[in-house]
């Protein structure tokens, strides 16, 4: 294969994979707390191949690194919903182990516990947190009241950038031996939610980009093997 061609494939193969990342981004546009992914490409230069390629360059996926930039927080009314203005995570309990996510769309269960949207125990400081019947009010330290007496406090952990481990959407795990501090000055608004900090204006152009990219490598290729083909084809009617 010319090397022309190989670079052309591999940069194909490398947009289709930034396709799919940004198909992620549109598909968690409405998630609470929702973090984008960064990524870059690089050149990376193949010696084995150098004796039968023209050129033997492959264009490969850079470090990819999660945006922690905070997304808009904006009021929703309802009195269990908790986002946080600044550094830190929430903390969810789940069959694995703790996990960590600015997604504070709670609920409460049956029996008062308060839980994420799929059914999880939120981790207050001293525990669950338990509820009982009346209005709810969460406060700018996070500390939670039923009927203006509290009921427990929002454990609140910095895990750094460097340690997170996406698992879903807007769930993360921290990297084996990493474990995340509390953060004690956490500010927490309540009865709103911070939005995905995914602009959808960003995302479609992203998105037109990196599919123009694609069709004009798709297209380059084309014209190297059909050259090929050509100079093939012309040679071998001269013998």
Do not use: C
């Not at 509390?182 to 309540?190: K, L, T």
């Amino acid at each position: 294969m010319a090397g022309a061609a190989y670079s052309a494939l591999s940069g194909m193969r490398n947009r289709l994979e930034e396709l799919d990342r940004i198909a992620v981004d549109l598909a968690n546009l409405s998630t609470p707390g929702y973090k984008t992914e960064r990524s870059a490409q690089s050149a990376s230069s193949r010696s084995a191949f150098e004796g039968t390629l023209d050129s033997a360059v492959d264009v490969t996926k850079g470090v990819t690194k999660i945006d922690f930039r905070q997304g808009t927080i904006a009021t929703t009314g309802r009195d269990l919903d908790a986002a946080i203005d600044g550094t830190g995570f929430f903390v969810i309990e789940t069959p694995a182990g703790p996990r960590y996510t600015r997604n504070g769309a709670f609920s409460r269960s049956v029996d008062g516990t308060l839980v994420t949207a799929d059914g999880l125990t939120v981790r207050g400081e001293s525990g669950p947190i338990r509820l009982g019947k009346g209005p709810v009010a969460i406060s700018g330290d996070g500390t939670i009241k039923v009927n203006n007496v509290p009921a427990g406090k929002l454990a609140v952990v910095d895990l750094q950038e460097a340690d997170a481990v996406r698992e879903s959407g807007a769930r993360f795990n921290s990297r084996p031996g990493k474990t995340p501090e509390p953060v004690s000055s956490a500010r927490i608004v309540g009865a709103s939610l911070e939005n995905a900090n995914v602009s959808m204006v960003d995302a479609m152009a992203h998105l037109t980009e990196v599919s123009r990219g694609f069709d004009s490598m798709q297209r380059g290729m084309s014209t190297v093997f059909n050259d090929m083909d050509e100079r093939a084809i012309s040679e071998l009617g001269r013998r």
